[in-house]
């Protein structure tokens, strides 16, 4: 009788405790200054005069945060100076959602770019080209 109650002791803490592998709402999440596309799989990130890739599933903590790596690529500036030149740079996304907003954070180092962004589910804004 032990072992059952504690057997369905244990089911029932696993069945309480908060899902750590909810995914990100798949869809557009969107303002008038970035935009993000979500799969199951990955995400692309349009930003005025950027773009960006996130490489893997968004899945979410308890706290409905995220932290990931991508990349961050530039689409402006001067010519690369060789066909094998890359724009892409190492970049950290990290995001909390709060109802229907992602406020994401993009930093790359290399190009010293943190930038802020509240995104909201659906808004399927078009970003403005780069001049």
Known sequence: MKKLQLVLFCLLLVSCETNPSALLDVGVWGS???SMSVNEENASIQFTCATGAIPLSIKLDGKNSFKLSGTYSRLSGPPPPDENYSRAFPAIYSGQIKGDILELSVMVDSLEIMQNY???FGDQTIV???P
């Open 32 to 34: 008038d200054t970035a």
């Open 118 to 120: 509240s995104l909201k």
């Open 128 to 130: 403005p080209i780069c």
